[in-house]
């Protein structure tokens, strides 16, 4: 189910990532996860503007999980795409974080460790970078402890 699709520039970038946060939060998304899920998002937007001809198109849309996936209700996804030259060769290889002196790099870094899933397509004629944070059902997400219910004291 697509949830929001915005092409987006510089000049409104905030308002596409407010868009984004409200997406993620009526989708259950919330807390740290929320907030780096976000930082993942904004990451890739800023890599379209500044690298892949300053402007994208966003979308994000929910997946509902299979049977048999545990505690995953579904997934949410947000899909980042350009027109730009692609990222260059090398570049998705890298796993560690670049050097303090290094100029660029940490965006894709980051985007890595706070999403579940990102998948980078590339190419001369743009970027599409696909990031995917796992929905939980609401007793079963990360950080969440269940309360026993009460039981009257045995007489």
Do not use: K, Y
């Not at 946060?21 to 929320?34: D, F, H, K, N, T």
Request: glycine share 14%; hydrophobic share 45%.
């Amino acid at each position: 189910m697509e949830l929001l699709r915005v092409e987006f520039d510089e000049g409104c970038l905030v308002r596409t990532r407010r868009a984004v946060l409200a997406c993620a939060r009526v989708q259950g998304v919330a807390g740290e996860r929320l907030g780096d899920f976000l930082a993942a998002v904004n990451e890739c937007m800023i890599n379209a503007v500044e690298h892949g001809g300053g402007r994208g198109r966003l979308r994000v849309w929910r997946e509902d999980a299979g049977p048999g996936e545990g505690p995953v209700a579904g997934r949410l996804v947000c899909e980042v795409a350009d027109d730009g030259g692609g990222i260059p060769g090398g570049v998705l290889e890298r796993e560690a974080l670049p050097a303090p002196s290094a100029a660029g790099g940490r965006g894709i870094w980051l985007m890595r460790r706070l999403s579940d899933e990102v998948v980078f397509v590339t190419g001369p004629a743009g970027t599409r970078v696909r990031l995917v944070l796992e929905l939980f059902a609401p007793a079963e997400r990360p950080g969440v402890v269940r309360a026993a219910r009460a039981r009257p004291a045995a007489r």
